[in-house]
Structure formats: structure tokens, C-alpha cells
């Protein structure tokens, strides 16, 4: 099991940039799919992105941020990177970074397969 902490929330204007980093501890990383999500006041928790680990050029995207964000993993600093431009007030949200060590790519897009879970970090976008 991997103990996360994300990083790099904040207020952005619209169409601005940030860059979230998910911090990892344990070995376990390097057999670790990690995925980005998100929650909204009053909104479900949703899917952002994921990298697995049987590739880092394995990712996918939901929809709403396909073209936008960015996901990225260094194995030799045990974090993972969701770079995240043109940002929208929709966007606006607690960012969450999630392990599992499913790689199969209808699985990882769920958020009940991941069981180590980060603190979440907060994201605003100002209109």
C-alpha cells in the first residue's frame, strides 16, 4: 500500500494553468496505477485521469478534460503530475489522487478499484 499527498492547488483565473503533484511513499508506486479525481460541492466524486503502471504512456482522460490536462509520472521521484491548462470555472473542485494496482483500463476509471487515497488538494477558478 502507498500513502499520497497532493500538492500545487490554488485560485487561477480562467484559461490560466496549474500543476498538481501526487507525492508517494512505499515501493508499492512502481506497481501502482495512479488516477486524479475530483469532487464539487454537492457534486459525486468523478474521474479525472489516470497513468498506469504497466506503462506511463498508458493514460486516459475523461471526457471534460480530454485536450486540457495533462498526466504525467516520474518513477524515480515516486509522483505523479496533473498539469492542468485552459482551466474553466467548471473545474473548480477538491482534487484527489488516488493507487491501485489494477491496470486494466475499464477498472481504472472507477474510483472504488483505487483503496490508498491522498487528502485532496483545492483547485478554484475564478470567471
Known amino acids: 500500500q502507498v500513502q499520497l499527498v497532493e500538492s500545487g492547488g490554488g485560485l487561477v483565473q480562467a484559461g490560466g494553468s496549474l500543476r498538481l503533484s501526487c507525492v508517494a511513499s512505499?515501493?508499492?508506486?512502481?506497481?501502482?496505477?495512479i488516477g486524479w479525481f475530483r469532487q464539487a460541492p454537492g457534486k459525486e466524486r468523478e474521474f479525472v485521469a489516470c497513468?498506469?503502471?504497466?506503462?506511463?504512456?498508458?493514460?486516459y482522460y475523461a471526457e471534460p478534460v480530454q485536450g486540457r490536462f495533462t498526466i504525467s509520472r516520474d518513477n524515480a521521484k515516486n509522483t505523479v503530475y496533473l498539469q492542468m491548462n485552459a482551466l474553466e470555472s467548471e473545474d473548480t473542485a477538491n482534487y484527489y489522487c488516488?493507487?491501485?494496482?489494477?491496470?486494466?483500463?475499464?477498472?481504472?476509471?472507477?474510483?472504488?478499484?483505487?483503496?490508498?487515497w491522498g487528502p485532496g488538494t483545492q483547485v478554484t477558478v475564478s470567471s
Open positions: 488516488a493507487a491501485t494496482s489494477e491496470y486494466k483500463p475499464s477498472w481504472i476509471i472507477r474510483g472504488s478499484v483505487y483503496g490508498s
Open positions: 512505499g515501493r508499492a508506486f512502481l506497481t501502482s496505477t
Open positions: 497513468v498506469s503502471w504497466i506503462s506511463s504512456s498508458s493514460t
